[in-house]
């Protein structure tokens, strides 16, 4: 207090630093964050450790990319997996191309795998809204059905679906393959995670100019959610496409074939055809390959900025 009566505030550099020793109280204590330090000796060394798994990785897929292009002499030959002493060669690959209707079946393939991956995403998206920004009784224990789902293998419903399937008349169709594997809990709760981490105040003020729950779910959330949606869609187009038993179980005409179904399919009276059989392996995964090249940096996006990446 001065002789005027009024109080005397305190410089600016101090009410600074007393801000900073707070924080530095507040802070907690005994964290440490997952590095390996700033130094060039250590980012050698991470780089290095990254090297070897990246080899460890892609060694195998280097290998069946090789025993595709190799005789079938060649491929059984454990002496000169390296370097085939009659070369590299396409027969494998025309081999499986004439034996079998690729085209067909990567139509199929494409056509059942871009349906299930846009079922999936709308519905799942709708569900995770309904479980993230609206109340109605029951929320918690279904929610708590939803991710009791996650648990049931796949295989476990495989009798359920086809009896399912058998008394609406639908086997043998596409709707057959397409609508069990639509069910897709765990991508609702990813979404679900990503509409919680979204401010609500965007919700009010959508709300304000009179928005409705589809207002606020078509125009607001998911644009904001795009990164999450592509990775989910990515993930969910890969399964559908590399997806083999429910195909198989549900279907029994050749013109429904799915390529991982088809490719089973061509077989050669001399036993396993290893070169065959990865250059069939081959082309099953080359459209996923190229799915993901072009869309990767959708994935890494969603991982960096919803909380999968430990953030």
Not at 28 to 48: I, V
Not at 153 to 173: A, E, G, K
Request: proline share 7%.
């Amino acid at each position: 207090m001065t002789s005027t009566g009024l109080p005397v505030r305190p410089a600016p550099q101090v009410t600074g630093q007393v801000r900073e020793l707070t924080a530095r109280r507040r802070a907690p204590r005994g964290r440490k964050h997952l590095s390996l330090g700033e130094g060039r000796t250590s980012r050698l060394l991470a780089l290095a450790a990254l090297t070897v798994m990246a080899v460890v990785w892609l060694l195998p897929m280097a290998w069946a990319l090789l025993t595709a292009f190799k005789t079938e002499q060649d491929a059984s030959d454990p002496d000169h997996w390296f370097r085939p002493p009659n070369g590299l060669t396409f027969d494998g690959f025309s081999t499986v191309w004439k034996r079998g209707d690729l085209p067909l079946w990567m139509l199929n393939s494409s056509l059942i795998s871009a349906a299930v991956t846009v079922i999936t995403v709308l519905v799942s998206a709708m569900a995770g809204y309904a479980f993230s920004r609206t109340h109605f009784a029951g929320r918690r224990r279904l929610f708590a059905l939803t991710m009791a789902a996650v648990l049931v293998p796949p295989q476990l419903l495989i009798v359920p679906w086809f009896q399912q399937m058998l008394s609406l008349h639908l086997l043998d169709t596409y709707a057959a393959v397409i609508l069990p594997q639509t069910v897709a809990p765990v991508m609702v709760f990813i979404l679900k995670k990503r509409f919680d981490s979204l401010p609500k105040e965007l919700e009010e003020a959508a709300r304000i100019d009179g928005a409705g729950h589809w207002r606020v779910f078509w125009s607001v959330l998911l644009p904001l959610s795009r990164p999450m949606l592509a990775a989910v869609a990515i993930f969910v187009f890969i399964g559908a496409w590399n997806n083999f038993l429910w195909p198989f179980v549900s279907t029994s005409d050749p013109a429904l074939m799915t390529l991982p179904v088809g490719i089973t399919s061509v077989k050669d009276a001399y036993g396993i055809q290893y070169a065959q059989s990865m250059a069939s392996a081959v082309l099953a995964a080359l459209p996923l390959v190229v799915v993901f090249m072009f869309f990767q940096r959708h994935i890494v996006k969603s991982v960096a900025t919803t909380g999968l990446g430990g953030q």
